[in-house]
Every structure is written in C-alpha cells, then in structure tokens.
C-alpha cells in the first residue's frame, strides 16, 4: 500500500501536467506591446486592451467576422463576444454595464433606454447592415401558395390564426397550415410582431424554437409549413425549400440582396450595434468601432447579411465620430 | 429447475417435469438474449454515434483547428480558444474541488457525530447531486459574477463547474471511504494512533483509488457541461488564450463553441466543424477517463 503522500505527489503531477498543457498552446498576444496615448487617428499605433461585447445571436457572427479582420491589424485588442440575444444583451449593456458593446437585431426598445438613463449610460446607436426576414415553405408545397399580402400574413401567424390554407385565401388549396417559427425570446419574434405586422401576440399552436437550424428542418419535410427566419438561413437552406413573396401593398416581392437594398422588399430588419459613449473615450474602443464601419461591407456578405445603404454608413460614420469627439 | 420455475397451467404429471424443464431453458435463454440484447443496444448506438462523427468531423481536424481562433469561413475556424478555456476550468475545477469535497467526504464519513444534522446535511448534499446543471450556473453567475463581484469570468465558469460536481465527489468520497473495513480504522486506534492519524494514514490511503475515480468522473462530466457556463458568462469567441492563473480573464469553452458551431446557418459549420469539434472534446474525455483506470489500478494494490 503507498502512502499518502505519493498519492499527493501523483495528484500534484496530475495537476501540472494539465497546467502545461493548457498553456502550452498560449502565445504573447496578451502581453502589452506600447502604452499608446500619443495618437489615437493613426493607424500604425498598436493598441491594447479587450472589448465586452454581448447581444444579438444574429448580429454576433458579423461582429465575430469583423473582430476576426481586425484581430490582423490590432492583434493587442481582445473582443470578449457572448450571445445572450438581444434583450440579454441590453440587459447588460444598460443594467449591469459590463459591456461596451451591444449587438441588437432590433432598434432599442423604450423601456430599454429607461434603463440605461438611469444607469447614467450613454450610447450611441450605429447601424451596421439589414436583414430580410424571409418566409418560407417546403418545396412540396402546391405552387400556388407563393405570395402572401401582411393580411395574409397575420391570419397565418396572427393571433386568430386560420388551420387551413384556404381560410388564408380561397384561391389556396385546402392543406393545414404548420407553422415553425422562432419562439418568444428571439429578436425575430419580436421584430416580426411588433415591426411588421403590428399585432401583440401570434398564434400560440406553432412549433417554436430558438435555434433557426430547427425551424429549417420542420419546413422541409412538411407539405403546408410556414415559417420564417433571418436571410442567410435561407441562402443555405438548400432546395428543399422555397422563399414566399411578401406584398407589403405595393405589389409581390422576393426577398433578394436588391430589393433588400432597394427597399422594395418590406420584411427587411436593420442591424446595429450600440457602443457606450463613456467607453469610446478608450482608443481601442473607438477605434474598433471606426474599424467596424469602415469594413462592414467587406464580410457582410459572407455572413450572410445585407449593406446597409451607403448613406446610412456614412451617417453613422459622422455620428460615431461626434460621440468620440 | 422445477423449483424455481412454476408453470402456470399443467395437465399431466409426466409431462409437467419434462415441459417445466424444457420451458425454464427456453426461459433461461430468452432471459440472457434480453441481456444480451441491452448490452448491445447501448454499444451499437454509441459506435454509430462515433462513427457518423469520425466520418463528418475528420476532414476538418488539422492543425490550424487547433492553433486557430473562430472565422467566417468554416475552413479557417479554430478552437483554441475554447480548447484553452476548457483546459484552463478542468486544472482550477480540479484544484477546488477535490480538497474540499474529499475534506467534506471524510467529514461526514469519519468524523461527524451521528446526529440529525449530519443526517440532514447528507440527505442534502444528496439531492444537490441531482439538481439540473443550469441552475448551477445560474446561482454562479447572480452569486459570483454580480454581487462577489468577479464579473463573467474563468473563476466564476469554474465556481460554478465546482458547485455542479462537488456533491458527486462528496458521494462518491464517502462511498469509498465505507467500504474500506472497519478493522484497518480500529487497528490503528488500537495501535495508539489519534483518529486523525488512523483516518489520514491507514483509511484515505485504501479509500484513494475510489476517491480519484469518482472526481475525475465527475471531472469529465464537469467539462462537457454548456449551461452552467454559458450563463456563468463563458464567450463564444475571443482571441486570446485562457490560462488557469488569469482567474479574472474572460473565457471561451468548447461545448459552448460547439454549440455555436451547430446554430449558424452554414451547414458546413453545422455538420463538418462541430463534429470535429465533438471528436476534441471526446478525445480530452477519453483521456481523462483512461487516467482515472491508470490510477485506480496503480493504487489497488
């Protein structure tokens, strides 16, 4: 029998073998490189520092892409990025305060900005790109099914919902309708209720999830589904499914790139991030954010997303630059 | 035979014998085919499982997985991140854990006096084995985070990772230290020694296997768990690498990487990388399982 202390040994070497292999794989990019407060404008000064960012799951991998790029040129900056959703992450962004960053696929809603004056939290809020929300069915469903009027759209998801196609609109076969969609914590939920359909809850017999992967897998398998979720879910999504037409009144649209940027396409949400303004006194801040506007158009592609309008940029470009001072 | 099986109706007496015994054979094997079968099902389900992870995780395992942090592009994206987060909250679980939950085992098995409130406290402690992971995290991110004040960070991923695991190690510490025989205990009080003295030197030695077994388990459930870390703060991205001294450092972990993995829209994400990123975690797992029968065998004798 060992004694004690070799099984203490042991359980030491245990221990130092894993602390070596955890930081075996570390390099310096921690350390600080050069204290810089000389010039914040110019773009050789390397930074150092690490950036709070929560919010939106939509937004997130735009800003991942963005901090990826920008990891290239400040390599001293580290972008801590969580996604609590948007209501998460103004919960953070205003009441506890521990981000500086807020990525929110929805406006900040009223009750949100309460919050953050009280807290004494003053942001600004930036507009990084679009969204279209994109309708969608099996592709068994019958092809007459292809284009849906917002009135339409409420008595398929609307709290009165109809159970059948043709209660919908007579010309539509007599097929039940089965709905996937996005559960109440999403900001796509939201977006849908309160932005553009108006009303103050949908239907509640549908199949909700939080994760869009799942919502695409009830779509295609079912002849007569309906649901709805962010674009570039839909740009993977495959043959197996097939966008509706959204009339907003002026007409049936599909929702595409360009007429996302056109806006004739009307189930399109905006993106932002919100970035303290106390914290764009921190150059690293500040300059991620400039970074962020300057590059957006760059990957927003990739991800999945749409650009915001070039005026829009610009705009957002002039007031981040008013709130850095 | 015949007693042990009871037919339920029976004509004639010769043929009762004869069947009872034919039938309880039958009976005998249908039994271990059940068995059989059990064994099985678990086994087929996991090799399928490993397979269809092999098959869809393999291609995306090179090096750069390894020694790079998250892309857009799902074959540039990495784990390092996640993967020194986890490495970092299994050495400081380790290190917070065991002492206490071995202290409270021997506590509760050697010394506490047999009252109520020992009983009460085991009754309890228990239970916490069996609460839902989440709320674990829950408790460590308003206890931790907010009002200690430690913020989203690796000590409050790993509070909240000790909180989850001690009562198991506690369980699994008391168990071991039962069935060491008494005799060794009272041998050793016979002999002059103090109970500290006989608990230290002659139980907890016999007992340690048990004990090591039961917190390295414990251990490799701790580190597969998102929830608790999730709402403890962990991050999904960040490049930087978390080592276990940076207590108050954000961190990443691998299962909340991989889940984010499975929630973005491309499905090479979906399916390749968070496969690949299954198979890391599944081989960390495997290690720490293996070290957990080196050292049982080792210390058996």
């Not at chain 1, 807020?102 to 009280?118: G, L």
């Not at chain 1, 996005?182 to 549908?206: C, H, K, W």
């Not at chain 2, 009872?20 to 039994?31: G, I, P, Q």
């Not at chain 2, 299954?278 to 797992?285: E, P, S, T």
Request: charged share 20%; aromatic share 8%.
């Amino acid at each position: 029998m060992l004694s004690l202390t070799k099984n203490k040994l042991l359980v030491g070497a245990i221990a130092a073998a894993l602390l070596l292999t955890a930081c075996s794989g570390s390099n310096d990019e921690s350390t600080a490189t050069e204290s810089t407060e000389s010039t914040e404008s110019t773009e050789v000064a390397a930074l150092t520092g690490s950036i709070d960012i929560d919010g939106s799951s939509t937004v997130g991998p735009l800003t991942d892409a963005i901090a990826e790029e920008y990891a290239k040129v400040q390599s001293g900056v580290i972008v801590n990025l969580a996604i609590s959703g948007t209501g998460g992450g103004f919960e953070r962004f205003c009441e506890t305060g521990d981000t500086q960053i807020s990525n929110a696929s929805r406006p900040i809603k009223d009750k949100e900005v309460e919050k953050c004056k009280a807290n004494g939290i003053e942001f600004t809020e930036i507009r990084v790109g679009t969204d279209a929300l994109t309708m969608v069915t099996s592709s068994e469903t019958p092809a007459i099914i292809q284009c849906l009027t917002t009135e339409e759209v409420v008595s398929v998801w609307g709290p009165n919902a109809k159970k059948k196609w043709n209660q919908v609109n007579s010309s539509f076969p007599d097929l039940e309708i089965k709905v996937f969609a996005p559960g109440a914590d999403s900001g796509t939920y939201d977006f849908m209720n309160e932005d553009v359909l108006d009303i103050e809850e949908p239907r509640q017999d549908y199949n909700a999830s939080e994760d869009d992967n799942i919502i695409s897998q009830g779509i295609e398998g079912t002849s007569g589904s309906w649901g709805f979720y962010g674009f570039a879910y839909y740009q993977n999504a495959g043959d197996k499914q097939r966008a509706l037409q959204y009339d907003a009144g002026a007409g049936c649209v599909s929702p595409s790139v360009e007429t996302a940027q056109d806006d004739t396409y009307k189930m399109t949400r905006p993106l932002f991030i919100y970035v303290r303004n106390d914290a764009l006194a921190r150059p690293e801040v500040a300059d991620f954010a400039k970074f962020y506007l300057d590059n957006v158009a760059s990957v927003i592609g990739e991800v999945g997303y749409i650009e915001a309008p070039a005026e829009t940029i610009a705009s957002a470009k002039a007031a981040l630059q008013a709130a850095i001072g | 035979m015949t007693l042990l099986s009871t037919p339920r109706s029976t004509t004639k007496d010769v043929a009762i014998a004869l069947q009872t015994s034919k039938a309880s054979t039958r009976k005998e094997r249908l039994f271990q085919l059940f068995l059989l079968f059990s064994t099985l099902v678990g086994l087929v389900i996991l090799v399928v499982l490993l397979v269809d992870i092999v098959v869809d995780g393999f291609s995306s395992l090179d090096l750069g997985f390894f020694t790079d942090y998250t892309s857009r592009r799902p074959e540039d994206t990495g784990i390092r991140a996640g993967l020194t987060g986890t490495l970092s909250l299994m050495v400081l679980v380790a290190l917070i854990a065991f002492p206490i939950g071995v202290g409270s085992a021997i506590y509760l098995e050697s010394f506490a006096p047999r009252t109520w409130f020992t009983r009460f406290m085991q009754l309890n402690i228990t239970n916490l084995a069996g609460v839902p992971s989440v709320v674990y995290g829950l408790l460590a991110a308003a206890l931790f985070a907010y009002i200690l004040n430690f913020g989203r960070t690796l000590i409050t991923g790993a509070l909240a990772l000790v909180l989850l695991i001690l009562p198991v190690i506690i369980v699994a510490g008391k168990e071991s230290i039962k069935a060491v025989p008494p005799s060794i205990y009272q041998g050793a009080i016979a002999l002059g020694a103090t109970p500290w003295q006989a608990v230290y030197k002659q139980v907890l030695p016999v007992a340690m296997p048990g004990i090591l077994t039961g917190t390295i388990l414990a251990l490799s459930r701790a580190i597969g768990e998102a929830a608790p870390i999730l709402v403890a703060g962990a991050v999904f991205s960040r490049r930087a690498d978390s080592e276990p001294w940076n207590l108050t450092e954000p961190f990443a972990a691998l299962p909340v990487q991989i889940f984010d993995f499975v929630k973005r829209p491309q499905e090479a994400f979906q399916v390749e990388v968070a496969a690949a990123g299954i198979l890391v975690m599944l081989f960390v797992l495997l290690l720490m399982n293996s070290a957990a029968i080196v050292l049982r065998n080792r210390y058996s004798k």
